[in-house]
Structures are given as C-alpha cells and as structure tokens.
C-alpha cells in the first residue's frame, strides 16, 4: 500500500504565503513525477505544478513566479511555496504521485486533499 500525506494548508491574507508539503510512503521502489493539483468549489480539479525525478518543473499560467515545487527524493516528499496568495487561490490542494512499488509500475496516488483559503 502507498499512501500520500499532506500538510501545511491553512487560512491566509492575501499577499501572504504558505507551504504545502507531501509525504509519499509505503512499499515505495521509485516516484517519477510528483506534483499538485487544485479544486475550487464547483470547478473542476486543475494542475498547479509537477515535477519530475529529474527535478524539471512545470507549471500552470496563473501561478508562475509566485509558486515554487520542489522535491526531496530521499524524504519521497514534494513541496509547494506559495507566495504573493490570491483569493482565487482558495481551494483544496491535492498532492499526486506516479510510484513504481513491487506490484504495479507508473500507478498514480493521490493524496487526501489540504484546505487552502486566502481572504482577508
């Protein structure tokens, strides 16, 4: 079993920042991509940012200069700093992970989801 555990959401002003971290565990033989997706309220999920075992990044338009993702392969952990925070940030950030373990190759995980809210 793989499981994925995230932290560090929160309510936070605009122009603020928060950090938003993923743990992978379980059975783990290797991660290929990690990344972050977002679901706001009656919208449908949309990616944020990935990053591949090579550390190349890619991000979505809207949060370009302001997010950073990062990874620490030894922790199979990846990270999201979110800075300058908009309202239309507000959502349910949700970690993903494309894991090898012993039974099955390339499978994606998903994590249980983290409040992020930005208002003053």
């Known amino acids: 079993q793989v499981q994925l555990v995230e932290s560090g959401g929160g309510l936070v002003q605009p122009g603020g920042s928060l950090r938003l971290s993923c743990a992978a565990s379980?059975?783990?033989?290797?991660?290929?991509?990690m990344g972050w997706y977002r679901q706001a309220p009656g919208k449908q999920r949309e990616l944020v940012a990935t990053?591949?075992?090579?550390?190349?990044?890619n991000y979505a338009d809207s949060v370009k200069g302001r997010f950073t993702i990062s990874r620490d392969n030894a922790k199979n952990t990846v990270y999201l700093q979110m800075n300058s925070l908009k309202p239309e940030d507000t959502a349910t950030y949700y970690c993903?992970?494309?894991?090898?373990?012993?039974?099955?190759?390339?499978?994606?995980?998903w994590g249980q989801g983290t409040q992020v809210t930005v208002s003053s």
């Open positions: 993903n992970a494309n894991i090898n373990t012993i039974w099955t190759t390339r499978r994606d995980y």
């Open positions: 379980g059975r783990i033989l290797g991660i290929n991509t």
């Open positions: 990053i591949i075992s090579g550390d190349s990044t």
